[in-house]
C-alpha cells in the first residue's frame, strides 16, 4: 500500500469511527491541518462519496475547534457545488444543517428538522441513500443525549432497525458495538466489530478495539486452553492494527500486554515495549501519559 493510500485509509477510518469526536485539542488541530493538506491534494482515487465524508468530518472539526465561520464557508462551498447540478438539497448538506440547527437553536430543534424532512421527501423507499444519512444524524443526536442521560436503550432498538435496511454502514455497526460494549455484552460487541472490519478492512482502530474485546474475555475464562486462544486471537487483532496504523498506542499496549502474558512471545513483547517508548516521547501529552503508565504499571521496563 503507498503512502498516500495509507493517509487516505487513515482518514476514512477516523470519519467512520467518529475518532476525531474524542481527540484532545493538539490532536484536533493536528488532524484539521493534516485533513486540510491533504485535500488539497485532489487524490483522484477518492470517491466523490468520500471525499464528501472527509469535508463533513473537516466542517465538525471546525465545530469543535470553534472555527464556526470556516465551518459555514465548508457548508455554503458544499452547497453551491452540490446544488449546481441538482435541485435537490444532498443529505450531507442537510445533516450539516441539522447541525448549524443544533448550534443555533437546540437538539431538539434539529431532531424535529430531520423528521420532517424523512417523512415528507427523503422515506427509505424512495431514497433509501438519503434516508440512511438523515437517520444516522437523528440517531448520533439521540446517542449523545443517551449517554449523557446514561440510558443508552432508548436508542438500542432504532439503531438495530436502521442496520436491518442498511447491514453494510460500518457507522452504525460501530455504534452498536460501543453500546453493547458498555452493557458489559462482548460476544455482541464483538460480532458488531468484526462486521466493521469486514466493511473496512483497513480500519486499526476496529481492529484494535476486537483485540481489547478478546482480551477481556480471555480474563474471564477459566478454561486453559480457551484462554489461550481466546489471547493469541487478541493479539493477532492487535498486531493488524500496528501493521495499519504504526504509532496507534491502543493497538501496541495490547501487543505488548498480550505477548507479555502469553510468555512465549519475547521479540514480539520487546518489539512493543520499543515502540511504546518511542510513542511516549514523540506524541501529544495525552498518549505520552498513556504510554508511560503502560509502561510502569504493565512493568514493561
Known amino acids: 500500500m503507498s503512502e498516500l493510500e495509507n493517509v487516505r485509509e487513515r482518514f476514512l477510518t477516523i470519519m467512520s ?12 488541530n493536528e488532524l484539521h491541518q493534516d485533513l486540510s493538506t491533504y485535500l488539497k491534494l485532489h487524490d483522484y482515487n477518492l470517491t466523490e462519496p468520500q471525499e464528501l465524508s472527509l469535508l463533513e468530518m473537516l466542517f465538525y472539526i471546525n465545530i469543535f475547534m470553534n472555527n464556526d465561520m470556516d465551518a459555514q464557508i465548508i457548508y455554503k462551498n458544499l452547497k453551491d457545488r452540490l446544488l449546481s447540478s441538482n435541485d435537490k438539497k444532498s443529505a450531507k448538506l442537510l445533516v450539516m444543517e441539522a447541525t448549524l440547527l443544533q448550534l443555533n437553536e437546540n437538539d431538539l430543534k434539529a431532531i ?8 415528507e421527501e427523503y422515506e427509505y423507499d424512495s431514497d433509501p441513500t438519503s434516508y440512511g444519512l438523515l437517520k444516522k444524524k437523528i440517531l448520533s443526536i439521540k446517542f449523545e443525549l443517551a449517554t449523557s442521560l446514561n440510558d443508552k436503550d432508548i436508542v438500542m432498538k432504532d ?22 460494549y458498555k452493557q458489559g455484552k462482548l460476544n455482541e460487541s464483538k460480532y458488531c466489530f468484526e462486521e466493521v472490519v469486514l466493511i473496512m478492512p483497513f480500519n486499526y482502530v476496529g481492529f484494535a478495539k476486537i483485540a481489547e474485546i478478546l482480551y477481556y474475555q ?5 478454561n486453559g486452553s480457551d484462554k489461550e486462544k481466546l489471547l493469541q486471537d487478541s493479539l493477532n487483532n492487535a498486531l493488524r ?15 505488548a500486554v498480550v505477548s507479555k502474558i502469553l510468555s512465549n512471545k519475547p521479540d514480539i513483547l520487546q ?4 515502540k511504546i517508548k518511542e510513542i511516549a516521547d514523540v506524541s501529544n501529552s495525552r498518549d505520552k501519559i498513556a504510554a508511560e503508565y503502560i509502561l510502569n504499571e504493565k512493568s514493561l521496563v
Open 241 to 255: 492494527s500496528v501493521e495499519l496504523s504504526g504509532l496507534y498506542l491502543k493497538g501496541w499496549s495490547f501487543v
Open 17 to 28: 469511527t467518529k475518532l476525531y469526536t474524542r481527540l484532545e485539542p493538539q490532536e484536533l
Open 112 to 119: 424535529e428538522f430531520l423528521n420532517k424532512l424523512i417523512s
Open 271 to 274: 518489539l512493543a515495549t520499543k
Open 218 to 222: 480471555a480474563l474471564q475464562c477459566t
Open 159 to 180: 439503531l438495530i432497525d436502521l442496520i436491518e435496511k442498511i447491514p453494510l454502514d460500518p457507522e452504525l455497526w460501530w455504534y452498536l458495538g460501543e453500546l453493547y
